[in-house]
């Protein structure tokens, strides 16, 4: 098992994966990330639910927390404890369906969304974009000083998102954040222990 010298979360994204999803899933979970977020927002709910029962099923082996994205009742179907949510779905969830997550994280984009993020009872919070990514083409980063400013405005676990790697997590963790999210690394690497070790202690 590779432990990890910073938190570093893996979101999915199947249409980036060059490999068997499940498989590359599998090596993923194998390499103990901090969390691995299922973030198929192309999927109907049906879809979706068959696909994170499989999803769970991997990260319970190797002891990996799995956190569910967007669809609140799969996640409640599945017994899923651990939610990642858009800032929409947050206002709407009741206080019962808050409740029944240990986990519950939200996308922010602003110190006003971080803050609310907090009030309305988030375990955590992914805070981006940080530095130039693909997903983003053309779209301004929003800097380390934005990342300092949402992680002074809150008490809750910051996650950089938005062009993270071995390269720059630690500029990240040192504007306060607690780790970084990673997804195309993951997806599309030829080697995912190889990559992995990037982000690890000896």
């Given at each position: ?30 390499c103990a990330p901090k969390a691995i977020i299922l973030r198929e927002k192309d999927l109907s709910k049906e879809a979706y639910h068959a696909l994170a029962a499989e999803a769970l ?73 940080i530095f130039a990514t693909d997903c983003k083409k053309g779209v301004p980063p929003r800097g380390l000083a934005f990342l300092e400013q949402v992680c002074s405005s809150v008490s ?47």
């Open positions: 098992m590779i432990i990890c010298m910073y938190d570093v979360i893996c979101i999915t994204n199947r249409s980036l994966c060059k490999y068997d999803f499940l498989t590359r899933l599998t090596e993923i979970a194998k099923k991997i990260c319970r082996a190797y002891d990996v927390p799995c956190i569910l994205h967007s669809f609140v009742d799969v996640a409640i179907a599945l017994q899923a404890k651990a939610i990642h949510v858009p800032i929409g779905v947050l206002r709407s969830m009741t206080e019962e369906e808050k409740k029944y997550f240990s986990v519950l994280g939200v996308s922010c984009h602003s110190v006003e969304e971080a803050k609310q993020a907090q009030e309305l009872g988030c375990t955590y919070i992914t805070a981006g974009h809750i676990a910051v996650y950089a998102i938005g062009g993270i790697d071995s390269e720059n997590i630690h500029m990240v963790c040192q504007a306060g954040a607690k780790g970084g999210c990673v997804m195309s690394g993951w997806m599309q690497c030829t080697d995912v222990p190889a990559f992995a070790k990037g982000f690890a202690t000896e």
